[in-house]
């Protein structure tokens, strides 16, 4: 499988990676066995960059990830986790997440993230949903990365979200290596192409485009009515649009995921389109798809004319 570097870090991630949000029982509770399935899925297919974040089922993506890639060659792999979030007891007793974009807890989010992980560095860190405290993030939390970056503790460094404004912010900072876009560079709507991507461009920054399937909206042939959308049901005005797209798609001889994956990989600016998976299966279709050969600029074309996606 073909990578792509992140800015000028020298770290090298491949087309395809693997987003872990489902290892942390996203929709549904997961084992560790059918969590290996899926990292051996796509290991087996060529995959080698793999994301997650102590966010994910407070920490037990990371845990289950870990276990995974134990016996996979270190040096082989990319990883990324994110920080701005540690996992502390609630007023319960039982784990809460707690915001904390300081200098002492990026480190410690960090070593924590490693500590679940059972590993030795990470190549990528991000700071993670930085809207929530945006100051704090730009004043301490980039600041903290960076320098980890510089002591050589991590290879890349860059932020993650789907917040416009937070986007926005970071998009110029000349100290990223990569933005992570969640959901907003997609086939069904794309605000991140209007500013933050040509600031991106401009500051040599790399995307990582994640949520491209938009709640698993875009990953049906057609759409179905209970169709969700940002952990709800999803407005009518999104569902008959991904119909429309769905009909050109079949109409162009190809389908809808097919065609979200090979949009959100479209730009060269994106390094890596990051995909979850429930099962190995799924994660051998995205391959296939994403390898797939059949040009779609006939398409490309076609939704240009209807004013579905922006020339």
Not at 106 to 114: F, Q
Not at 115 to 140: I, S
């Amino acid at each position: 499988m073909r990578t792509g570097e992140l800015g000028s870090s020298g770290v090298r991630v491949t087309t395809l990676g693997l987003g872990t949000a489902q290892l942390g029982d996203l929709y549904e509770a997961v084992t560790q066995d059918r969590a290996t399935a899926i990292v051996d899925a796509a290991w087996d297919a060529g995959i080698r960059y793999f994301d997650t974040a102590p966010h994910y089922g407070l920490g037990l993506a990371e845990r289950r990830l870990g276990h995974a890639l134990r016996s996979r060659p270190r040096a082989q792999y990319v990883l990324s986790s994110k920080v701005g979030r540690l996992i502390r007891p609630g007023s319960d007793g039982e784990p809460a997440r707690h915001w904390d974009f300081t200098e002492a807890g990026v480190r410690r989010s960090v070593e924590e993230s490693l500590e679940r992980l059972g590993l030795d560095r990470l190549d990528v860190a991000l700071l993670h949903d930085p809207q929530e405290r945006l100051a704090d993030a730009l004043g301490t939390g980039l600041p903290a990365l960076t320098r980890l970056r510089d002591e050589g503790v991590v290879g890349a460094i860059g932020v993650g979200t789907g917040d416009m404004a937070a986007l926005a912010a970071f998009a110029t900072r000349g100290e990223l290596d990569t933005i992570m876009i969640a959901g907003r560079y997609t086939l069904l709507e794309q605000p991140a192409l209007a500013q933050v991507v040509p600031a991106a461009r401009a500051a040599g920054i790399s995307v990582l485009n994640a949520g491209v399937f938009n709640s698993g909206m875009l990953a049906q042939d057609r759409p179905a009515a209970d169709s969700h959308y940002e952990y709800g049901a999803a407005p009518r005005q999104l569902l008959e649009r991904a119909r429309r797209l769905a009909d050109l798609a079949a109409a162009a001889g190809t389908t809808l995921p097919r065609a979200a994956l090979a949009y959100a990989a479209r730009d060269p600016l994106v390094a890596s389109v990051v995909v979850g998976a429930d099962t190995a299966e799924q994660v051998l279709a995205n391959v296939r798809m994403a390898q797939d050969p059949c040009p779609l600029d006939g398409l490309w074309s076609e939704l240009v004319a209807l004013g579905l996606i922006p020339a």
